[in-house]
């Protein structure tokens, strides 16, 4: 069960710094609402307070806190049996100096770098290193992994923050950036309890509906879970994509695949989709996909009860706007708990209409979301919990 630990502003509470301590004070709650793995926001120095235009990548003291706070903050949650994960953008680095050229391609630090660790093909920092192996992040130097010396830095870095804060494993950002291939190399080399890639991009249209057929979609995240040995899993986009429609157009039929399974990466590789309905990017003040207003309870409920690895987001947890989301979320996560459901349970289908879907997780629980009506046999199924448009039973 893992919980995104920060939002978008969680740099800026109290003047900033404060979040770890934040966290190190929670670490008790956190363990007692169910939570095993917490995800962190990116630990280093970096150009944008938020974490994610790293730049000294061995200066730990950042917006969220210092060194010392963030190794607490881990021993903490360590003590009530909390993995935790850090968020490692490896995809791009921003430089501290301008080379002769007058662009932005030479680095301090330990890592001192040159335009040899940044791709050729972007055009905008005068890279050295050999062609891209994904897709580019323009506001960066995207780093090049196919080099020896990239590879084997990056490897001790990520060896040394394990080794020096704590981490179990690894948020991996835009990792539609680089090859999969690298990311096997990283995972191999480090102690990976659980590992997650950030590989977002946009579903197939007919357009402005999406496709029914999102085959295409999930196959390219999972085409990257797998060049990256299957070491790592990979946020279910696609499912997100999916209930987005689902919830807009009130088409309960799009969470059947052609084969009668999920649509979304849990219906293809369940032990290795990461599941989210929101994000720091996707909502919080950023906003970039924000899930259907109102729904956000129905997406819940599929994900917590469904296989593969569910994610909730901070603000649903901690900072929704009446408590109600919060207390679902609860009830939810410590249904699943008691029910047994885990990333590889079997799902069948039993309804997907219009309407309405319904759904058998092993032989331990029935769900159902939409505004139709659906029940079970209640001889040999309890009813446990509902909420707006949706309900839960366990098997009697």
Known sequence: MLLQGFNWESSRIEGGGAWYRKMTEMAPRLAELGFTVVWLPPPTDSVSQEGYMPRDLYNLNCKYGTKEELKQCIEALHRHGIKCLGDAVLNHRCAQFQGPDGLWNQYGGKLDWDARAIVSDDPHFGGQGNQSSGDFFHAAPNIDHSQDFVKRDITEWMQWLQSEVGYDGWRLDYVRGFSGKH?????????????????????????????????????RIIKWIDDAGGLAGAFDVTTKGILHAVFERCEYWRLSDEDGQPPGVLGRWPSRAVTFIENHDTGSTQ??????????????????????????????????????????????IAFRKECGIHCRSKVNILKAEAGVYAAQIDDRVVMKIGPDAFAPDETEWQYAMHGDNWCVWKHR
Request: aromatic fraction near 18%; glycine fraction near 8%.
């Open 183 to 219: 990311v096997k190399t990283y995972m191999e080399s480090t102690n990976v309890s659980f590992a997650v890639g950030e590989f977002w991009d946009t579903l197939e249209y007919d357009y402005d509906s999406p496709k029914y057929n999102q085959d295409a979609h999930r196959q």
């Open 287 to 332: 906003g970039h996909w924000r899930f259907p207003e109102g729904a956000e309870a129905q997406g819940y409920v599929y994900i917590l009860t469904h296989p593969g690895t569910p994610t909730v987001f901070w603000d649903h947890v901690y900072d929704w706007h009446d408590g109600s989301l919060a207390q679902d979320i609860r009830k939810l």
